[in-house]
């Protein structure tokens, strides 16, 4: 993954690697100045502030960051780690400085007291990042100090940016503390990325641009088929066809205009002419709908894009060219065999266990979308507004993906489907209204956002 087009993000062990060789109070001094600043510019009227300081550097900073405070006239009041939650009180802001970046499990008791606490009180910033989130991870083993602000050090770490750690940290500000980029596996996905998406040139033909095919609308799930049919149009592909039921035909022919409508029947023929295939939207499940899959993998040498019913049942497969998994955390606890609550506390280690299990790339959707791909240690993260959260949204991403795919790109297959994700990330985000936007929105902003 190029790192030119996503902002890095770092691994308690990245972060250590980062601040090797450098003196580590002068750090420490330099970080507790970024976020007693914070705290002067972001809440001026604040006079009472306590800060919980913990015994590692993190702790070391919140209590450099006091210090700073008491010395520009604040009172300032510090409540060790040992301390009882009953200790914090009730001032104007509370500092979280109790765990940093090299916390990991579930914290002990004296410290889920002052979490509690902190919790219970008055607005929180948070240095670094919240107490009880995993910074490698995002994940939270107990829960995790509800902070309103953030300051973190250097760069955005992974558990700030991957839920559930991210529900945590609402409003991120990173401080320069005078280190050097370091290396990192996982990055933030940036609309730069679409730069890269071919779009169409004056020696394009309509199957030049881009052609897709989508497969799936079994009666009642039309409407999925034909979102994805739309956003594959809408993200510059130049020919969309679709294959579905006989008896779903007429609808779709009355939805879509367009497109060319095929029965399934003839869905080999119809991919004859497809640079990227979408499965899954409205395809339905049981034994004929889980061996069309099977058999269209098998045979189709172009990227595919599986999706929804298409996941149902699935099992590893083999095949040269990229394949891309969109499962939400449900599906994905089907497919590994899991319970959906266990993906959504370790969405990473879901994400991983998934692409090592079917070696292709993997879309994992949700709040901070995870794109990840055999080769690739990390993964790609992708913020998406909360009015995703809506049906048909999920086979929008689909056509979009579809379509990306089936152009000819300098990037690998993992960066355009990072590409997809961003491009329907920022289509939602453009919509003037973020209550009550459904997946046709999404659509009919997917050209502005392209350009």
Known sequence: MDPTFGEPLYTAEEMRAAEEGHDVEELMERAGAAVANAVLERYPEAKEIVVVAGGGANGGDARIAGRILSEAGKSVRVVDAKSGGDDVGYPDLIVDGLFGTGFSGEPRDDAKALIDAMNAGPE?????????????????????????????????????????????????????????????????????????????????NKYTAGSVLVVGGSPGYTGALCLAARAAFRADAGYVAVAAPDESLPIVEQQLLEAVK??????????????????????????????????????????????????????????EAATVLTPHEGELARLLDRESKWVAAHRLAALREAVDRFKCIVVLKGYGTLVGAPGHEGALVCRGPASLATAGTGDVLTGVLAAFLSKTSVLEPVEVAAAAVVAHAEAAWAHEHQSGLVASDVIEALPYVLG
Request: glycine residues 10%.
């Open 124 to 204: 929180v910033v948070a240095v670094d990042l919240p107490s009880g989130v995993d910074a490698s991870t995002g994940e939270v083993v107990w829960e995790a100090v509800e902070a309103d602000h953030v300051v973190t050090f250097h760069g955005l770490k992974v558990g700030l940016e991957v839920a559930p750690g991210a529900f945590h940290a609402p409003f991120v500000e990173i401080a320069d503390i005078g280190l050097a980029e370091g290396q990192t596996n996982s990055w933030l996905a940036t609309a730069e990325l679409l730069d890269l998406i071919p779009r169409r040139a004056p020696g394009d």
């Open 262 to 319: 095929r029965s399934l029947s003839d869905v080999d023929e119809a991919a004859e002419r497809a640079g990227a295939v979408a499965i899954g939207p409205g395809l339905g499940r049981g034994d004929d709908q889980r061996g069309l899959v099977r058999r269209l993998l098998d045979r189709l040498d172009v990227p595919v894009v599986l999706d929804a019913d298409a996941l149902d049942g699935l099992e590893p497969f083999e095949r």
